[in-house]
């Protein structure tokens, strides 16, 4: 069943929204939560991770747009449910699964659902593929080229060809030492977690870098120099931690 979360200021909303689902989609939808507000929204997402959430836009105090200012990593789709057609074209630029308009008709609600079932098999096929790669290179610090996953399948890589990683929103980049760049669909926190701890290490929040390729540190400025002649930042909650692993490693 597709586990789903409905915010919505107007009861009557919710309860229209949740009887046309049930009526014209039976035994497909879990509705785990209803909530009025985004901050009770916020609190159901966190805590059952719905596989979709049908999200008002405007209502009292915040509006549905507001929603994602609470996530740092949205792995949930959204359909927004309004009664005011001019938010459509925002709606479009967040990127959500649909747009529906109150009084949402059923047929417009099959298509929004069918989106979301054409969707969810494709992200299914892609959490496999991730779930393969994270188990082929989970604890093996030994291993010298890593599978990243890519929105196009994955790419081996060499550890050693890697110069750092940069966090790119909840993708992350990956540069290697002959100037190219590979693009990872993970966050940097995933990949930091498959790289070999006694190699690379993270200076920032945004970066992680292979030791073996850092030229000098510019305490002053709080930076490091790579090979290249890159200079990246260090955080002063990493500096510490960095400079030890360097005089470790060397």
Do not use: W
């Amino acid at each position: 069943m597709i586990k789903a979360v409905i915010i919505d200021d107007e009861i009557n909303a919710q309860s229209l929204l949740e009887k046309t689902l049930d009526r014209y989609f039976p035994n497909k939808f879990n509705i785990v939560e209803k909530c009025i507000s985004v901050d009770s929204g916020v609190l159901a997402i966190k805590k059952y991770e719905p596989d979709l959430v049908f999200l008002d836009i405007q209502m009292p105090e915040k509006n549905g747009f507001e929603l994602f200012k609470h996530f740092e990593v949205i792995n949930f789709e959204v359909i927004f449910t309004t009664a005011h057609d001019k938010f459509g074209i925002k709606a479009i630029k967040r990127s959500a699964l649909d747009y529906l308009l109150k009084p949402i008709n059923h047929l417009d609600l099959a298509e929004a659902v069918k989106k979301f079932e054409k969707k969810n098999e494709r992200n299914f096929a892609q959490r496999k593929l991730s779930l393969l790669l994270e188990n082929l290179n989970v604890n093996d610090q030994n291993v010298s080229k890593i599978a990243f996953p890519t929105l196009e399948g994955f790419e081996l890589i060499h550890t050693n060809q890697i110069l750092y990683c940069k966090a790119e929103s909840n993708y992350c980049s990956i540069k290697k030492i002959d100037g190219s760049a590979k693009t990872a669909s993970k966050t940097l926190k995933f990949v930091e977690e498959v790289l070999p701890a006694t190699t690379f290490k993270r200076i920032h929040k945004s970066y992680v870098i292979n030791l073996n390729y850092v030229v000098r540190y510019h305490k002053a400025n709080k930076e490091i120099e790579l090979t290249n002649g890159e200079k990246l930042p260090v955080s002063f909650r990493k500096e510490e931690e960095f400079i030890n692993a360097i005089l470790q490693n060397h």
